[in-house]
């Protein structure tokens, strides 16, 4: 193994920089597409206080544990690992913490740049006026046409290599000239452009029922599985057990205040879901009922539907599209980082060449959940495509062990002392809560979460036609989640689900939600052939 790169890899030079890159990574797809189903369907002001109390004392936590490992060895998360591990004179073992958190990062990175390849694809969609009129049977064909036509791959491979060079162009650029100018840009001004397209759903005349869904106390509304969907929502949203928190946490300027930063980014990621969800909500919608939609049916189809009958429909879709692209792009310039970072600590390769090896190889795997939605959509595996697996693996085991290893680490192998010099100053019943959140609350909690995941993917897998093994087995674990939107799959939404396409779907398929929109058959094609169907996307992850 080459000797690891033992320079300080790279470094903010603004304090501010590290909550706008903080803020760039956690709005993400589930702010849009996700968050405001599940905020409907809880109890609207009600589920939005009890996701904010979720990342206060769940998640928020485990936040600063990652930056602050970053922050106090100035490395990556394997080598912070590796330090501490040293330090701590315990197995070598716990180095799986940081390994395993490199690869969720790249198999997270992989398949989010599918999305934003199709969000792209959108705003030139929206331009060319290709939804203006369009109904919802038209605009499921122009998604099927560009997502899973087996004949039209090629395209869809093009938006996908464009997209993905627009993430390594910056990479490429380094830490201060590309990815802190970047994103010092371009995350304001996406909130900037969310402020103005909010305005627009405000003035024509729907908000009153967007509020009314979101905002508005619904008591009724609220179980216990309101409180489980709020925890998997803040759980998977923040980016967590992927080394992002970790090598932000290495960058910070020496005289940015962390905690205060993790915090007011928390806060942020909650404002921004409300009006994201605001805006979605009233444009996407007639402003009187929800339906139930969420995911792609919500963004890619019911979306354009909608603002197609609008005057200048060019310009807004475009515009809507463009703050989609924008959200995705610094979400994967985030979660592009720590395996960067990992391989020039590792090799000791130039910035340039890290870069650009780590985008060929994420470009390479990304075909592989691209051509899952067309050519391999029939080419199963215990009955699941490439990408479904892929993102099964990352969110129900990768994510969920990384941040395990973590907080077990931190809280029962490094000493108490060690563990509060890591942390920094802070009050002492801050300290104190931290301390044992790390050690007795986090580990538990986020082992169900994973189970939980996990079991209901595979009892998904098992609905559609699965041949695995557990599916010999009474699965029941999760039987009661399709109605409470934690998971979306099987037409229940971190990461409800639906499916940007599949070619060839038969009748074993995950059955389509009810509020699914279905594609008018071809003249050519089978009745339901290339349908996005639902159950193949956890929105959690993206």
């Known amino acids: 193994m080459p000797t690891p790169y033992q320079t300080p890899i790279g470094s903010f030079t603004r304090p501010t920089t590290f909550f706008w890159a903080a803020v760039g990574a956690t709005v993400g797809l589930a702010n849009l597409w996700q968050f405001p189903y599940l905020a409907s369907l809880h ?26 490992l970053g922050r106090y060895s100035r490395h990556g998360i394997v080598l912070a690992m590796d330090g501490f591990i040293r330090s701590a004179k315990v197995s070598r073992w716990w180095m799986s913490a940081g390994r395993l958190g490199i690869l969720a990062a790249f198999l997270v990175l992989s398949f989010t740049v599918v999305f934003g390849a199709i969000a792209l694809a959108y705003v030139f969609f929206g331009a060319m006026g290709k939804f203006s009129g369009v109904d919802q049977g038209g605009a499921t064909a122009i998604l099927s046409g560009l997502v899973s036509d087996p004949g039209e791959y090629r395209l869809f491979m093009g938006w996908h290599a464009l997209f993905l060079i627009l993430v390594i162009w910056v990479s490429i650029q380094g830490v201060v000239k590309g990815l802190e100018r970047t994103l010092r840009v371009v995350v304001p001004g996406t909130l900037l452009l969310m402020l103005g397209l909010f305005a627009l759903a405000a003035s024509h005349g729907r908000i009153d029922g967007a509020v009314s869904h979101l905002l508005e106390m619904h008591p009724e509304d609220v179980s216990l599985d309101s409180v489980k969907a709020a925890l998997f929502h803040a759980f998977f949203t923040l980016g967590l057990g992927m080394g992002v928190w970790a090598i932000f946490g290495a960058y910070t300027a020496p005289n940015t205040r962390l905690k205060r930063s993790i915090l007011a980014v928390v806060l942020m990621d909650t404002l921004v879901a409300m009006i994201a969800g605001l805006m979605i909500f009233a444009m996407a919608t007639d402003g009187s009922s929800f339906d139930g939609e969420r995911g792609f049916g919500l963004l890619f189809v019911s979306l354009p539907v909608t603002l197609g009958q609008l005057p200048a429909s060019q310009f807004v879709i475009a515009a809507v599209f463009l703050m989609v692209v924008m ?27 890290s870069a650009l090896i780590v985008g060929l190889a994420v470009w390479l795997t990304g075909l592989a959940s691209l051509l899952s939605f067309n050519l391999w959509a029939d080419d199963r595996f215990a009955g699941a495509t490439v990408f479904r697996w892929l993102e099964l693996i990352t969110g129900g085991l990768l994510i969920p062990a990384v941040a395990i290893l ?13 563990s509060h010099r890591i942390l920094g100053q802070a009050p002492a019943f801050f300290a104190a809560i931290w301390y044992w959140v790390m050690r007795l609350v986090l580990p538990v ?47 229940a939404d971190t990461p409800g689900g639906e499916v940007p396409g ?35 996307i956890l929105y959690h992850s993206v």
């Open 502 to 536: 599949e070619a060839g779907s038969g009748p074993s398929e995950a059955p389509e939600d009810a509020s699914s929109p279905k594609k008018a058959p071809a003249a050519d094609s089978a009745p339901g052939e290339n349908d996005p169907k639902d159950g193949d």
């Open 406 to 418: 973590i907080s077990v680490f931190t809280g029962w192998r490094l000493t108490r002392s060690l």
């Open 445 to 491: 909690v986020v082992a169900y979460i994973g189970i939980q995941y996990t079991a209901f993917s595979l009892t998904n897998l098992c609905d559609a036609g699965s041949d695995g093994i557990w599916c010999g087995q009474p699965a029941t674990v999760m039987s009661d989640m399709n109605d409470e939107g934690v998971l979306v799959e099987g037409g």
């Open 43 to 68: 109890g609207g002001g009600l589920f939005i206080l009890l996701y904010l109390a979720c990342l206060l004392l769940v998640t928020l936590p485990l936040m600063v544990t990652e930056a602050t």
């Open 327 to 353: 959200i995705v792009w610094t979400t994967s310039l985030a979660v592009m980082e720590p395996v960067v970072g990992w391989f020039r600590e590792w090799t000791g390769a130039p910035r340039g060449w």
